[in-house]
């Protein structure tokens, strides 16, 4: 149900934690493990872990930099440091990252049991916070692209996309990307290409008047925008050629 990473330059140590925790009895079905921060960033970007238990100093890159590295993640996953240092740059960090807990070395099994205990109820209750997150970003991503489809034609402003929405210009961009696999300007030419082309195939409109009605205020520009778009001229598709 849930996974969780574990980095240490310790092979022993993570073996030992392996064997004297219940994962099953927590919920955790799937353990993946990273020797440097380094390493164990490459992994949460692919296994999006819900929980990570990182030693802090480590080849490569440490603890802290792994950390400030999830901190940037739109979706954080529970953090608990295990480190055989009790050092004040580590523990400052571990607090601005807003770490779930900080263990030394040796660890009390009993007390790491505890912790991780608590890292799955958090996460069980972050789940569906989540989702309506998601969800409210497909449906953002939604009413944008409606907007975008109903004004290709004019000039489309992120700033007046963000003010209409009530979203910052970076959350606008970073939805919509996520949720059509395509940036806003890009969907933006897709639409405006498209059009364009259909005009010139099937009415007797002149390129500079093609150029206005899908929202190019220079038709230079746009016989450009064309060709690198589609690989060929607009003259070429051109009924008036």
Not at 62 to 74: F, I, Q, R
Not at 81 to 104: E, H, M, N, P, W
Not at 117 to 143: H, I, M, R
Not at 231 to 238: D, F, I, L, T
């Amino acid at each position: 149900m849930y996974t969780i990473l574990i980095v240490d330059d310790e092979e022993h140590f993570i073996e030992t934690v392996k064997k004297i925790v219940q994962w099953r009895e927590l919920g955790i079905t799937k353990i993946v493990e990273a020797r440097d921060g380094l390493t164990a960033f490459e992994i949460v970007k692919k296994e999006r872990p819900d929980i990570i238990m990182t030693d802090m100093n480590m080849p490569y890159s440490d603890g802290v930099d792994l950390l400030k590295k999830c901190s940037e993640l739109e979706s954080e996953p529970e953090i608990i440091i295990v480190s055989g240092y009790d050092d004040f740059k580590y523990t400052r960090q571990a607090i601005k990252s807003r770490i779930l807990d900080y263990l030394l070395k040796p660890v009390n099994p009993e007390e790491l049991k505890s912790i991780l205990k608590k890292a799955v109820d958090v996460v069980k209750n972050k789940k569906p916070v989540n989702a309506e997150k998601e969800a409210d970003g497909t449906n953002y991503a939604s009413e944008v692209k409606m907007y975008i489809e109903d004004n290709y034609t004019k000039k489309i402003s992120l700033d007046y996309i963000s003010q209409k929405f009530y979203l910052s210009k970076e959350s606008i961009l970073k939805k919509f990307k996520a949720a059509y696999g395509i940036g806003i300007y890009e969907y933006v030419m897709q639409l405006r290409m498209e059009k364009a082309k259909y005009l010139l195939a099937n009415y007797n409109y002149q390129i500079q008047e093609v150029s206005d009605k899908v929202g190019f205020n220079d038709s230079n520009y746009f016989s450009k925008a064309f060709k690198k778009y589609f690989g060929y001229s607009a003259k070429k598709v051109s009924k008036n050629n």
